[in-house]
Structures are given as structure tokens and as C-alpha cells.
């Protein structure tokens, strides 16, 4: 079995946490990756922390990768141009190769002319600052990841996890990326986007919670639930429902209901024979074509080539 090969970019100023993931989450992947890390140099890079870090490789391991990722690196290290040397190390992939960054990664990216007309994002809080220095490229703050492929961009921290189990679950399906988020004791998948973690006025104390009517929906997917049914189960008004729901998951109900029911029909894509009428039944869309078009609205793709896709990949 011919392992990918993965390399991480640390650049000074590098987030510790952060540039221990991919080799945390891939390298559970029951030995389907090899991941490197390299400097622009080979030399020692100097982290956010109080410590540096060794690394083994220099710049030349980026010519060998098949999926680089860029680190993020602390706000005071981001500029809107790149330095010479990172330049040429960037110069170094080779055309095709898939590019991914974790938060601020993506500035280096961007910075280098790499994202111009792509769709991307970045940590919340340092997105209008992208928007001023790079407003070629089509950020989207909201999301927990963007893969436009060959460039995939997370957002902050945690969305390093998420993008990488989204590298396990593209390459090897949905299977094995299951089991690489039980090994490290993640969610193999987080629902909402950006939006529920961004500073807002605390709940009044007592204020109840929309999670119990979640859990309750996502056991009835396939039921044509409404508004009505929601509050009604959380016993709150439409109105008090449709704001807490918000501020807690990020969506609106009914765009949560559409993503979670995308979610559970890519499920049943990857692990059924069942037909597109049938799937589309089990997840509370009213035809085939109406998943269709959901489907393709979220990740581009038909349901039939998205199964050739991950069926394979089983």
C-alpha cells in the first residue's frame, strides 16, 4: 500500500497545537500517510510559546509531497507579502499538489498569489483583516473549512482537526475517518459553522438550551419537521427558538436540518446500496431530486459521483 506523504510548513511564530495535528490525526489513519515536517531552512523555528522546535527536514521535502499543509502562524508574524525564502520554498511543490492551511495558514497562502479567485477561509476574528490585505480572494468566514481543491483552508484551531479528518474521509472514506476520530476522541464530524464561536452577550442565566431538541430532530430526519415542530419540542416560542438556536449552533433550524440531512445522506451514499429515491426517503427529502440539488449546493458533486467517490475509496 503506497503511503501519502504529507509535509508541514513551520514558519516562526508557528502555533504548537496547531502544527501537531496533521501528524496526530493522519497518523492514525492505520499508516496511510507519512507526514514530514520541514522549515524554510531546516533549521530550528521559533513557535508562539516559549519554545522552539526541531525539525528534521528543510524545504527540499516539500518537492516530494503529495499534500502540503502551511501551519498557522500567531497575528504578529502575518504580513501581506511573503519573505524571499518562503517564497522559494513554496516554489518548490510541485504543480497538483494539494495545498491545505489551518487558520492563518492561509495568509501565507494568499500573500503568494495562491488563493486569487478562490474561495477560502481564516479565523473569524482576523477575517476582515484578510478581506482588506487579500480581496481578490473569496473568503468565507462562516465555515469551519473550505476545500477548492487543489487548496483546502481551515479556520481556527480545532477546524485543523476537521480539515484533516476531511483529508482521511476524501481519500479513504468515511469508514476509516470514523475510527481515526474514536483513536484521538474527536467528533468525526462538527455540524455549524464559525458563527457559534464568535464573542457574543451570554444567555440570560437559566436561559434553556436548544441541544435536547437537536438531538430529538436528528433521530426524525426523515419526518418533514418544521419550525412549529421545533419550538414546540423545546417549548419555546418560534421566535425565542430560531435566535437561541442561532446563537448556539450558527445556523438557522432550517439550514441545520438541510446540512444534517446532506450529512446523513452522504452516510448512506458511502455505506448502502440503497438508490437515490431511497436514501433521499430515509433523510426527510421529499424526492430524489430534491437531494440532488442539496447535495450538489453543499459539495458540488451528483450523489451518483460522490458514491463512485467514496464507495471506492471503501
Known sequence: MRRERVVVLALDGVYPFELGIPSRILGAADGRYEILTCSVDGRPVRTNADFGVTVEHGPEALATA?????????????????????????????????????????????????????????HWQVADRFRRMFPRVDLDPDVLFVDDHPFLTSAGAASGVDICLHLVRKDHGSRLANSVARRCVVPPFRDGGQAQYIEQPVPEQG???????????????????????????????????ARRFHDEVGLSPGRWLIQQR?????????SSDLTVDQIAGRVGFATGASLRQHLSAAIGVSPQAYRRTFQTAR
Do not use: K, N, Y
Not at 438550551?209 to 419555546?236: C, F, Q, V
Not at 446532506?262 to 451514499?269: D, F, G, P, S, W
Open 66 to 122: 503529495d499534500t502540503v499543509v502551511i501551519a498557522p502562524v500567531a497575528p504578529a508574524h502575518l504580513a501581506d507579502e511573503v519573505s524571499d525564502d518562503v517564497l522559494a520554498a513554496l516554489a518548490l511543490i510541485r504543480p497538483g499538489t494539494r495545498i491545505v492551511s489551518i487558520c492563518t495558514g492561509a495568509f501565507v497562502l494568499a500573500a503568494a498569489g495562491l488563493l486569487d479567485g478562490r474561495r477560502a477561509t481564516t
Open 207 to 241: 436561559a434553556a438550551s436548544t441541544a435536547a431538541t437537536r438531538a430529538w430532530a436528528l433521530e426524525r430526519l426523515d419526518e418533514p419537521l418544521t419550525l412549529t415542530d421545533l419550538s414546540g419540542h423545546a417549548r419555546m416560542s418560534q421566535r425565542t427558538f
Open 262 to 270: 446532506v450529512a446523513r445522506a452522504r452516510h448512506l451514499l458511502e
